[in-house]
């Protein structure tokens, strides 16, 4: 359907048009006159056809031979032919404005003229006007589809540097509780022997608790360290990077990873579902066909969700077969939790744990 930009100027030709109708010196009122340029100028209007503009604008040329007060609507007629492929078969028109010169109608073929380039000048406004409209809302198009992709890697990148960032601190952490454990740790121990052996050779019964004390203070030292190593080591393990280092090592299939945790789950469940998804793709290298698999983890407010579902064939499947999978059930039944295995639609394994304090 055409656009509406023309409506206007198709209006405005009208009225010129009836204007000339009405001074003719043989003026007859006739409707149907009047509504034959009306109803092409209609078909003109709704039909976006370049085709079947041209055949309506060379039979309206056509019937204006035999109806000679048709030419006066002309320039309404023309309007839609003008700049475009077929506007050289207005042309056709000749033939009836031949026709009404012979009949001495010149002044009013000089006015039609005159209209039909007021035609050709409102044609080419309407038409320039629609073109720069549709650049302009090409480019804003274009101009929102980048700031699309802009904002995608703008956020894409602050993801990878908060990755990056988050591994490097997760990295640094690690490496700390490295030091302490193999420098401090080392030297705790040695100064705890070193109370031990001078307790056992002391003789003197004044040192005696002084070193029993100093013994007792050096444990304290070892257990508290101790711990703090192991709490640095235990915060280093990212659940995130550790899983997206397994499913980016994995191209025995396509791979999609669906990580929606935001927080750092305990010790025990992120080894719980390294372990899980560890077994679970090896298990798709070894006995499945799948071609797609994909590994969901969810974060709910009592509890988190592991999902890993291939589309490959199940065949003979058993729940009691596979140390694998029994492993799997191990590990989740100690947390609480609950394994649902599917395979009704390739293979699916549902698993369910309850976060820390909500058992």
């Not at 050709?120 to 198009?141: A, F, P």
């Not at 070892?222 to 090592?249: C, F, P, W």
């Not at 509890?303 to 694998?324: A, F, H, K, M, P």
Request: overall charge neutral.
């Amino acid at each position: 359907m055409r656009n509406t930009a023309g409506i206007t100027d198709k209006i405005i030709l009208f009225i010129c048009c009836f204007m000339i109708y009405l001074i003719q010196t043989n003026f007859e009122m006739n409707v149907v006159i009047i509504l034959i340029p009306i109803i092409f100028s209609a078909f003109l209007s709704y039909f976006d056809n370049e085709k079947l503009s041209t055949a309506l604008t060379t039979g309206f040329s056509i019937l204006a031979c035999f109806v000679p007060q048709l030419i006066v609507f002309f320039p309404l007629i023309a309007y839609d032919m003008l700049f475009c492929k077929y506007q050289y078969y207005n042309l056709v028109a000749i033939i009836p404005v031949s026709l009404s010169l012979q009949s001495a109608n010149w002044r009013t073929t000089l006015v039609v003229i005159a209209v039909l380039l007021v035609s050709s000048l409102l044609r080419y406004r309407t038409k320039t006007q629609t073109t720069l409209r549709s650049k302009h809302n090409d480019l804003i198009d274009e101009a929102r589809q980048l700031t699309m992709i802009l904002n995608k890697q703008n956020k894409d990148l602050i993801e990878k540097q908060d990755f990056e960032l988050s591994n490097a601190t997760l990295n640094e952490r690690n490496r700390i509780a490295r030091e302490i454990h193999d420098n401090v740790g080392h030297l705790l121990s040695s100064a705890i022997l070193q109370s031990g052996a001078l307790l056992t050779v002391n003789r003197d019964e004044k040192m005696t608790d002084s070193l029993k004390t100093l013994k007792d203070t050096l444990n304290q030292a070892m257990n508290s360290i101790r711990a703090s190593v192991h709490q640095l080591y235990d915060e280093s393990v990212d659940l995130k990077v550790q899983i997206m280092e397994i499913t980016g090592g994995f191209t025995f299939c396509e791979l999609t990873c669906d990580y929606q945790i935001s927080g750092n789950p305990d010790k025990k469940v992120k080894a719980a579902f390294i372990a899980v998804v560890k077994e679970a793709l090896s298990n798709v290298i070894r006995h499945s066909n799948a071609t797609a698999v994909s590994v969901v983890l969810r974060e709910h407010p009592g509890l988190y969700q592991l999902i890993i579902r291939d589309n490959g064939t199940v065949r003979n499947y058993s729940t009691g077969e596979g140390l694998g999978l029994k492993n799997m059930t191990d590990r989740i039944e100690a947390l609480k939790g609950n394994i649902n295995i599917l395979t009704s639609n390739g293979f699916e394994i549902f698993i369910s744990v309850p976060k820390e304090g909500t058992a």
